[in-house]
């Protein structure tokens, strides 16, 4: 099973500043991951599928970079609503498939 | 719009079952492979169960494995997960959930959640 570790932990940033999010796999994934943002009350949402691709209704500001086990969310400036739980998700690439995620950056206004 | 809407959570005992509904709506529902995710709370996100879109492939994790079975029903648009000697540890949010391609490598759309908990 290839496990995804997130960093940092939490990150407190004020509005306009550059968030950097980092997720490292275990063992390569090719460009074969996600990001996604979970607020409050909330299901998640899809930001970045395939590493750099932003989903549907996705600001501009969002960027999704990296391939094989190094990735990294880059928000280039932050907006009051953009300070939410940050999770990374892959699928194993040969069945029978697995999907894991990370264990989530909190962004949080300092 | 693409629409999930899930139903059947509640309380329940350790070693009871419980029956999960989705009805989905605003897309092909036979199109799309479909996927449980669960989510304890204060926790992150944990993928329980997919299925293909004609039911012919079916995941499970290892840690729902022999207890609990998707299943759906394309005439009706809906996707069922049946929940079996349910535990304590299977407490959480459960998230009726899109596969975004063919591929289903990522999830592009969330219902809203349905909350189960197991308590004596």
């Known amino acids: 099973e290839v496990v995804l570790t997130q960093s940092p932990a939490t990150l407190s940033l004020s509005p306009g500043d550059r968030a950097t999010l980092s997720c490292r796999a275990s063992q390569s994934v090719s460009i074969y991951l996600a990001w996604y943002q979970q607020k409050p009350g909330q299901a998640p949402r899809l930001l970045i599928y395939?590493?750099?691709n932003r989903a549907a209704g996705i600001p501009a500001r969002f960027r999704g970079s990296g391939s094989g086990t190094d990735f990294t969310l880059t928000i280039s400036s932050l907006e009051p609503e953009d300070f939410a739980v940050y999770y990374c998700q892959q699928r194993d690439a040969w069945p029978p498939y697995t999907y894991t995620f990370g264990q989530g950056t909190k962004l949080e206004i300092k | 719009e693409v629409q999930l809407v899930e139903s059947g959570g509640g309380l329940v005992q350790p070693g009871g079952s419980l029956r999960l509904s989705c009805a989905a709506s605003g897309f092909i529902f036979s199109d799309y492979s479909m996927i449980w995710v669960r989510q304890a709370p204060g926790k992150g996100p944990e993928w329980v169960s997919y299925i293909s879109s004609t039911s012919t492939t079916i995941y499970y994790a290892d840690s729902v494995r022999g207890r609990f079975t998707i299943s759906r029903d394309n005439a009706k648009n809906s996707l069922y997960l049946q929940m079996d000697s349910l535990r304590v540890e299977d407490t959480a949010v459960y998230y009726c959930v899109r596969g975004d391609d063919i591929a289903a490598i990522h999830f592009d759309y969330w219902g809203q959640g349905t909350l189960v908990t197991v308590s004596s």
């Open positions: 395939d590493a750099s």
